[in-house]
Each structure stands twice: as C-alpha cells, then as structure tokens.
C-alpha cells in the first residue's frame, strides 16, 4: 500500500482524543469519537447518526473551496484521522449559512461541529497565519478591546496583512462607503469593558479546563 | 407594545440605515423599540472561532443584560440575522446544555451578572413583524402603495436556518418578505436564490469564490426582473451592494442591482420620506427603480472630481475641415 501506517509515537499528543484514546494505530472507539464531538458542541450534535449521504457538502456554497466536504471531514474523525481533520481548511472556509443543518436528514450540528473544530485547531496550534485565522483574531481583538466591533479598523488591519486583490476597488469602495457616513473613523466603546474583561477571562480560565 | 431590542455593531454605522428607517417605524407601527442598556457585540462568527465558552459568555452578557431590563416585555429583538442566531442559539443552548449553562453562568457571575434560561425570548424583526404585528396590519398603514415596483426578497441565511426556536414553518420556503411586499402594493418577483448564501465573510477571506457567490444572486435577481432586492441582513446588503462594483469588473458584467433593507421599502409604502428612511446611503443608487414609482431620491452628490490636467506634449492636429471630410 502506497500509505504507510504513521508511526505509533505520531499518533499520540496533540491527536488524541483525550481520556479514552484507542492504542495508536486503530481507528477511536465509537465512544471516544462521541465524547469528543460533544466536548467541541453544545448541546448533542447528533454525530453518530451520520450516514455519510453528503447531503451537506451538496447544500454548501463553499464545498469547491474546501480540502474535505463535511461529509468527508466526519468519516476522517471516525476513522482517527484527527490531525488531518485539524490541518484542512474545511471549518475555515465555512460560511455559517446553517444550509447543511436544516438539510441534514439525521439532524446532525454541521455548523456547530465547525466552529467547534475552528476552536480547537486554534488551541491546539494547527492553524497557521492565513487570511481566515487572522481575520478571526483581529475581530476578536477588537471586542476585546472595545467591546463593539469597529468596521474601518479591522479592515484595515486586515487588509495591511492580506492586501485586496483589487486595491484601486477596495479603496473607492472603502471611500464611498466612509463618503455615505457607512464608516466611522472612531470605534465605539461600550461602558463595561472592566466587567465583560472580567467574565472573558473566567470563560477563558474555564475553557482551559475542558 | 414593547419589546426589547438589541441593535447590533452594524446597525451602528455600516447599516445605519436600516436602524433609522426602523426607528422611523415605530410610532406607525405603534411599537417600542427598548435598547439593551450597554449592549456588546455578538462576536459574529469570528469570536466562536477562537474560543468556545467566552464567545457564549460574550453572547450571554447580551441576555443577561435583557434579563435585567424585563419589564412586562419578555421579547428581545435582533435586527441583524447574524446576531439574532447567535442570541437564539446560546438562549438555547443554556437551556438545554446544562454543563454550557453553569460555565457560561460561572463566567457571567465574575461580571456580576446571571441569565436564567428562558426567561427572555429572542425574535428576528422580521418574525415578530410577519407573526405579532401581521400583514393586516400593515397594509391597513399603507399610505402610498408601491404600485408597480418589482421587488425580489432576499432573506439570505441566519433568519431561516437554523431556527434553533422553530419560529418558520419552511425554512427552505419562506413567504414573510413576499407576503410584505405583496401588503406595500408592490409586486413581489419569483427569485429563486432568495434564501442562498451572500457569502458572508468571505470577501475579506477569498474574494474569488465570494464574487462568484454574489455573481449568482444579482443575476439571478436581475433575471427575475426585479427592480430591486429588499434583505432583513447588514451583511448581505453591505456584500451585494459595495462588492457589485468589484463583481462587475471580475466577470466583465454591467450589473445595477439596488438593495434595500425591508424596512425601507415599508417606510416608503407608509408614506415616509426617502429622507426620513436614509435611502440613498447604498452605493448601488436605488434612485432609478423608485423613480418608476415617483418616489425621488435626493442623491448625496458625489465628490467633485477636478479634469485631469493635460500634461501630454502638444502634438499637430488635424485641421477640421480636413477632418470632416474623412
């Protein structure tokens, strides 16, 4: 076979499925993979009813984009195959447009499961600076920091990065937008901030625990 | 009738027109628009991206805020699709993930706070528009009726799906907008695409597949021969109409697709001033579709742009005559 099985000193550390990891080497017992999605979801994200009909790749608008359909990321996850999972760019390309969800016949979270595979690639360190993490951060930042979202700052810190392909466009569109009073050139900063800092971090500390 | 409203960071200025026109609104509708005192931002879908409890504490902060300010008005109100499903779907989840509820909880009692699952209902404007105000309602403070505007409805994605309260009866087939539309005397047109992604954050990730998501929409909406698009979403609107521009010259189309917010185009019909209702803010001018209906739109003039100055060397011209003869 031209697929060599890895090395069992590989498949231990960050590919584990955490307390009921399977010995290297042999796909997760079926009760790990549950675990383990319910650990990245809220609520019961309804996995092992998953009967791989692709209808979520099918609905998805970014499909083409994605190194993985859906469909294909959670048979990789069954199979234990959770470092390529992690690697793809599949969570990173998904829109959020929940069509896969109401289209799944088994009711399974698709979208969910992404962010929650998005968290955890970020926590686990797989996730390497592209235009997707990077906006993620510097939205996230901006809460942070202000507790609202500032429209002109994260583009254009976002676009310092990652320049628009069409930069002659994106500036008349970023000018007549700030033209119209669609943009404000100072952020708005809510009166918590001490208080949402506060709970942003006890939600940090306890996310740590998981 | 009251409600409790939380506006959203792009109602704030990138969709400042759709908070104005339905401001405008509230006393014809005779409702109560109460905002959030301190709301923050929802994290759209960046926040839960990086994290997973703090981006439901964030969201939490929202309802427990809303939980404080219940006042005979249980229903909160989210004017942007991508809030609304965020509040739902964590009002939810504290509800029915009682391991989610005690963190989140934990979190929020480092702030001070506490939200109590159930105890404030989270609602889409459009929902409670279509279901608690009603279409009889509204056509009865039709004014000015839209005769013979063509307008496609655009729902996008976050109000339909996933619907984490079973608030429509077909996600996939939705009537509220035509049914609002068809109350404003316009008429709505079949646009088949109505309830297709926008492609949401994608401009700023990958802006090919994006331009190609967006190409879809306006050709289809320019083929179901609407004069313009009506959306309940800031994202959607602000991706149709400041990236058409950027689409025409990536496929070499010469589109001119106008979209609204649905409030708007209900201002309009009640016989409030485009003024009054902020149209003119969209990039794509709505001018030329109104216009049919007699409705005129006072553009914000463009800035003035000076001649380019002719630096070329002088060169020998034809004589005219000469010229004309050729």
Known sequence: MAVSSPAPEEKVGPQSFGKASPPPGSPPSQTAVLDFFRSISPGLPNIEFCIQCGSCGGSCPAAALMDHTPRRLFALIRAGELEEVLRSNTPWYCVSCYFCMVRCPQEIHITDIMYGLKTLAVQRGYTRRNKATDLSRTFAGFIERFGRSFDLGIAANHYLRHPPSDLMGSAKMGSELLFKGRLKLTPNKIKGIPQLKKILKRAKQLEAVL | ?326
């Open chain 2, 1 to 326: 009738m009251k409600y409790l409203f939380y506006p959203g960071c792009s109602l704030e200025c990138i969709s400042s027109a759709y908070y104005e026109s339905l401001l405008a609104l509230q006393n014809k509708l005779d409702v109560d628009f109460e905002e959030i005192e301190d709301w923050n931002c929802c994290g759209a879908n960046e926040y839960i991206a990086l994290h997973r409890i703090p981006s439901y504490a964030l969201i939490a902060r929202n309802l427990a805020l809303a939980e404080q300010q219940v006042d005979g008005a249980k229903t909160l109100l989210a004017a942007c699709s991508a809030c609304y499903v965020n509040l739902a779907r964590t009002a939810k989840y504290m509800g029915t993930d009682r391991e989610l509820n005690t963190k989140v909880n934990d979190a929020l009692s480092a702030g001070g706070l506490h939200y109590t699952a159930g105890t404030v209902q989270v609602r889409h404007i459009l929902d409670a528009l279509y279901k608690e105000i009603g279409i009889c309602k509204i056509k009865k403070l039709v004014e000015r009726p839209l005769t013979g505007l063509r307008v496609a409805a655009y729902y996008g994605c976050m109000v339909l799906r996933p619907d984490p309260d079973q608030r429509w009866r077909d996600p996939e087939n939705p009537t509220a907008l035509e049914e609002l539309i068809a109350a404003c005397g316009a008429e709505p047109v079949d646009f088949p695409l109505r309830t297709h992604c926008c492609s949401g954050h994608m401009p700023q990730i990958s802006t090919e597949a994006s331009l190609e998501l967006l190409r879809r929409l306006v050709e289809s909406a320019v083929k179901s021969g609407a004069d313009l698009l009506i959306t309940t979403c800031p994202l959607c609107q602000l991706n149709i109409d400041a990236y058409q521009d950027e689409m025409n010259k990536f496929f070499g189309t010469s589109y001119r697709m106008p979209i609204l917010f649905f409030t708007q185009l209900m201002g309009l019909a009640f016989g409030l001033s485009p003024d009054a209702l902020a149209i003119g803010r969209e990039v794509v001018s709505s001018a030329p579709a109104l216009a049919r209906i007699g409705v005129k739109v006072e553009q914000i003039p463009p800035p003035v742009k000076r001649p380019p100055k002719n630096t070329s060397l002088p060169m020998p011209r034809m004589p005219k005559a000469y010229g004309e003869q050729l």
